[in-house]
Structure formats: C-alpha cells, structure tokens
C-alpha cells in the first residue's frame, strides 16, 4: 500500500484480556518497528524485524509482549492480560535498508485498558 | 536514562518569526540524528536529519544545526506558520545508517499563533 496501515486504531480492553494489533507495512520494505508513546512520553522502541533475521526484541516491556512478522510483511503485537499500564499508543514504521531518512510511520493504534 | 533530551516540553511562537527546538544527547555513539513532526491522531512524519559529520543542513523553511562537541541539536523554522503547529520529536541512532532503531526524545509541541 501507500502508506503503513494500522489496525484498530482505537481498543478499548478491560484489564487481563489479550490484544492483538495488526501492522501492514509499505511493500518492498524489509525493516518493520513497533513504538510505543505512552502519555507524556517520547517514544518508546519495542520491537524490530530486519528481512529474515531474528527479530530484535530487546525492548519489550515484559514477557506479556510478543509479536511476529508472517511471511517479511504483515507483523502482530500481542499484549496478553493487559495491565493498565499498558495503556498507550502504539505505533508501527517501516523502511527499506539503507534509507537514511528514517522510518515511515502508521497513524497508530490508541490502546485503553479500563 | 534518557539518551535524547528535549527539555521543553512546549514552545509558543507568532506566525512570521523564528522556532528554535531544541534536543540534548548523551550517547557520543550517535552519529545519525532526525526531527519528525507529529499531528494529533497521526504518526510522525520525516521532516529532517543530519549526518554527525556535518554541523548543519537546511531544507527549505527548516534548518537542523548539530554541535558535536556539546552533544547538542537544534532545529529552527524560519518563518514559522500556523501548520507548524506540532509536536516535534528529536531522534537519533547509531550505525552510520544501518537504519536501526530510532531513541527518541520526549518531545516539544510547538504552538504558532497567528
């Protein structure tokens, strides 16, 4: 597509469901990156794929976070029993290697845990 | 520890003059450094880098000015408009381009009056 899709781009979820947040990166891109931007903060890197390697997960929060990436495209974030603190949005870029301008980013996925 | 400093958290400024923000870093790896802007309910958005081996680099209305030694960026709009109305986030990475992950600064949401 044009541009990177996110999907939902509200969740609303009580407190100890899963969640699943979905990313459509560009096409061609072969990095994908998962941010997070709780409020009042600056964004808060999560997680990274690079093409087939394994995935850099060194930011994830605790081992309630997964995600995946099928297939070099779409890629999930799973948040199992989601705490309140997991509130936040959650944002998806892609980038093809060796753009030196940086990623392109999804509009986000605004998750509330109530 | 914060890497990426942006020590306002908000900036005004009258539609016509100058917008200095501004971002601290820690890290003297950093060797690669981007501003994105970003509007309410979208993701951020490219607006500009520089590379470490350079002190400046201008496009169009936007000039980044980096100075190594102080482990410090600034970003300047001349002359700003209402539409520069944002939040502005301070990135860096290392790796000269790897295109690896992005640390991010708090950001500074710019208001410019009319």
């Known amino acids: 597509g044009a541009g990177v899709s996110q999907s939902p781009s509200n969740k609303v979820t009580e407190k100890g469901k899963d969640v699943e947040l979905r990313c459509d990166p560009i096409s061609g891109h072969t990095a994908l990156y998962w941010y997070r931007q709780s409020l009042g903060q600056g964004l808060e890197f999560l997680i990274y794929f690079q093409g087939n390697s394994a995935p850099d997960k060194s930011g994830l929060p605790s081992d309630r976070f997964s995600a995946e990436r099928t297939g070099g495209s779409v890629s999930t974030l799973t948040i199992q029993r989601t705490q309140q603190e997991d509130s936040a949005v959650y944002l998806c870029?892609?980038?093809?290697?060796?753009?030196?301008?940086?990623?392109?980013f999804g509009s986000g996925t605004r998750l509330t845990v109530v | 520890d914060q890497q990426v400093k942006q020590n306002s958290p908000s900036l005004s400024v009258q539609e016509g003059r100058i917008s200095i923000l501004n971002c601290d870093y820690t890290n003297s790896m950093f060797d690669y450094f981007l501003w994105y802007k970003k509007y309410p309910a979208e993701g951020p958005t490219f607006l500009i880098s520089i590379s470490s081996i350079k002190d400046k680099n201008e496009d169009g209305r936007f000039t980044v000015f980096l100075n190594k030694s102080a482990k410090h960026l600034s970003l300047h709009i001349v002359p700003s408009q209402p539409g520069d109305s944002a939040v502005y986030f301070c990135?860096?990475?290392?790796?000269?381009?790897?295109?690896?992950?992005?640390?991010f600064g708090k950001g500074t949401l710019l208001t410019v009056n009319p």
């Open positions: 870029a892609s980038s093809s290697p060796g753009l030196l301008n940086g990623y392109t």
């Open positions: 990135a860096a990475f290392e790796g000269g381009g790897s295109n690896y992950k992005l640390t």
